[in-house]
């Protein structure tokens, strides 16, 4: 076992039992199409996508032939103040795949930059304005937008806040997980109304201290919890009635987990900035994006200063790097020309006949899906609500299967090119493996 051969304790896991994992490490060695192999040998069927990233099959040749080519040509290229070519062919492809309005890309590393620069953009762009006052920042309960300062200020996982003590002043709506949803399929029909929230923030402070509202079109880590009919529709009314932006991070939903292109696309709802990454290089390689509207572009442009003057001084010294953008560009034409969103949502229905096959199992108490993404809500026990989902996934690995706990629940985002066979098989294991919990 490869285990075996290594001291693990020099590695610090992100968002870990590190105890746990050291005392029973789970080791990937490989991957290809639907699969994992581990350090003993064995396949196990990602049903997570990576972490909701690989939606279209683990080592694309396509994707790693373009980053070898790349890796022989062009390894870097300073970001600042200067480009090269694939960086301008990639913000020119996302602009076409992204919603009609969505105008200018700025490149990141990552999901947690992408919303961290869309913050700083949004405040910016209001005192480009010359309004200084809007600067305040809304988030929801339950969202997660990343692990880096601004991103948990506005996120609402509360447990990924709490050890770090005062963030970033925010403030956050309610979340929509309502108990009289309780295992709908698709989009829940109650809780419209939870978006009038808003109005009591905007009563609160004045539309004139607030710069931006941030929010997934589904909340990914905390469960999949999908807003109601109209919700997302009735935020974008209200910030446009209150001059307020409206940024969607898309970072999970983003290139076909709902089975349109973006969640924008399958709500039919347009934010004035969007966050992506994940899916932007289909996991090969760390990249994010921001993309903003021709109106918060221009604002930025319409300068006073001399041409040569940084307009938004802000950026990474890895934005828009050359393999990145040979990966994303190799990613988006395999996302294009398989119709992989299309693919997404010919599966969808069976994904959800099956996740809801388990109401009525042992210990659920709710399930929620859009598209190709799904959580199982599982009962605590006593304080102890992470445990059970725990269990229910380290059996399902020893099983065979990859899924994800999260809080109080299982969650499962399988790749887009799986075949309904394989997702009967991993369904069969979870059921399995719910039943005989404690």
């Known amino acids: 076992m490869i285990a075996a051969q290594h001291d693990l304790q020099a590695y610090w896991l992100p968002f870990s039992g590190n105890r746990q994992f050291k005392d029973s490490p789970r080791i990937i060695v490989s991957a290809e199409g639907c699969y994992y192999r581990d350090s003993n040998g064995r396949k196990i069927f990602d049903a997570m996508s990576g972490l909701w990233c690989c939606g279209f099959g683990h080592n694309r040749p396509e994707i790693a032939e373009a980053v070898n080519r790349q890796l022989l040509e062009l390894d870097y290229a300073p970001a600042f103040q200067f480009a090269h070519p694939l960086v301008i062919d990639l913000a020119n492809r996302v602009k076409e795949i992204t919603p009609a309005g969505l105008e200018h890309v700025f490149f990141t590393n990552s999901g947690s930059e992408s919303v961290e620069t869309a913050l700083k953009m949004a405040r910016a762009y209001w005192r480009k304005k010359r309004q200084p006052d809007k600067a305040r920042l809304i988030g929801r309960v339950k969202g997660y937008h990343g692990a880096n300062f601004g991103g948990t200020s506005v996120g609402g996982i509360e447990p990924n806040r709490l050890p770090y003590g005062e963030l970033m002043p925010a403030d956050h709506l309610p979340h929509t997980l309502l108990p009289e949803n309780a295992f709908s399929h698709g989009i829940p029909e109650r809780g419209i109304e939870l978006a009038d929230a808003l109005e009591e923030l905007i009563s609160q402070h004045g539309a004139a ?16 919890i999908v807003p109601p009919q109209g919700y997302l529709q009735r935020l974008r009314e209200i910030c446009t009635e209150h001059d307020i932006l409206l ?13 349109a292109s973006f969640g924008a696309d399958f709500f039919g709802v347009l934010p004035d900035i969007m966050c992506l990454a994940k899916g932007l290089t289909n996991g090969a390689i760390p990249m994010g994006a921001v993309v903003a ?21 802000h950026g990474y010294t890895y934005s828009g790097h050359p393999v990145a953008c040979a990966a994303g560009l190799a990613a988006m034409n395999i996302f294009e020309q398989e119709k992989l969103a299309d693919r997404a949502r010919e599966l969808a229905p069976h994904f959800e006949e099956l996740i809801h096959g388990l109401n009525g199992a042992k ?12 959580a199982v809500q599982i009962e605590p026990i006593s304080d102890e609500p992470a445990r059970r989902p725990f269990e229910i996934a380290l059996a399902c690995w020893e099983k065979g299967l990859y899924v994800r706990w999260a809080g109080d629940t299982v969650c499962m985002s399988p790749l887009f090119i799986s075949e309904k066979q394989q997702l009967d098989e991993a369904f069969n294991i979870l059921s399995d493996c719910i039943g005989k919990v404690a």
């Open 209 to 224: 201290r607030i710069a931006a509202v941030i929010v997934e079109p589904f909340s990914g880590s905390a469960g999949v």
């Open 247 to 259: 940024i969607f991070d898309e970072v999970i939903s983003g290139f076909g987990r709902t089975g």
């Open 293 to 313: 509207s021709e109106t918060i572009y221009e604002t930025f442009m319409d300068d006073d200063a001399p041409a040569y003057m940084i307009e938004f001084p």
């Open 363 to 374: 210990h659920v108490t709710d399930i929620r899906n859009i598209g190709l993404a799904g």
